[in-house]
């Protein structure tokens, strides 16, 4: 990858939607030329999707909330395909410390949260934090 591939990244983190011409001449390229480095980087994995950010609010999830789990390795083959089928769940992480598995949520109300743990707490123990705010929201990486 070259500082142009890096600035065509920086560009599409920014808004994915940036039509081909727009990026080519803020790289100072073809329209042509950036189509294909695009698709290079796409082919090799660079870049995995496009994506929405959506307004969870909006959507009346108004439950954000981090919950750790303590579970056993053994477990793993059970459990992977259980939080992979779980729509609420944003996202989760195998981790280091006194839990093993971080998962990021999204519920419409606290009940549907305690229910969602309820389930959990057959794999292991449970810590949850309910997010109050993001002054800091999810964003690109710094290329």
């Known amino acids: 990858m070259d500082e142009i591939d890096m600035k065509l990244l920086q560009?599409?983190?920014?808004?994915?939607?940036?039509?081909?011409?727009?990026?080519?001449?803020e790289v100072s390229l073809s329209s042509p030329a950036v189509s294909a480095r695009i698709e290079r980087l796409?082919?090799?994995?660079?870049?995995?999707?496009?994506?929405?950010d959506l307004d969870p609010l909006q959507l009346g999830q108004h439950i954000l909330a981090y919950?750790?789990?303590?579970?056993q390795p053994a477990q793993k083959t059970e459990f992977y395909p259980f939080i992979g089928s779980c729509a609420?769940?944003?996202?989760?992480?195998?981790?280091?410390g006194n839990y093993s598995m971080l998962i990021k949520v999204s519920?419409?109300?606290t009940q549907d949260l305690d229910?969602?743990?309820g389930q959990l707490q057959k794999f292991g123990k449970t810590e949850?934090?309910?997010?109050?705010s993001a002054p800091?929201?999810?964003?690109g990486l710094v290329l």
Do not use: H
Not at 42 to 52: D, P
């Open 11 to 25: 560009l599409l983190q920014k808004n994915s939607r940036s039509p081909i011409k727009y990026l080519a001449k």
């Open 42 to 52: 796409e082919k090799r994995g660079v870049i995995r999707g496009y994506t929405l």
């Open 115 to 117: 229910s969602f743990i």
């Open 88 to 96: 609420n769940v944003l996202e989760c992480n195998c981790v280091t």
């Open 107 to 109: 519920f419409p109300s």
């Open 67 to 71: 919950i750790n789990l303590d579970m």
């Open 128 to 132: 949850t934090q309910i997010v109050f």
């Open 136 to 139: 800091v929201p999810p964003r």
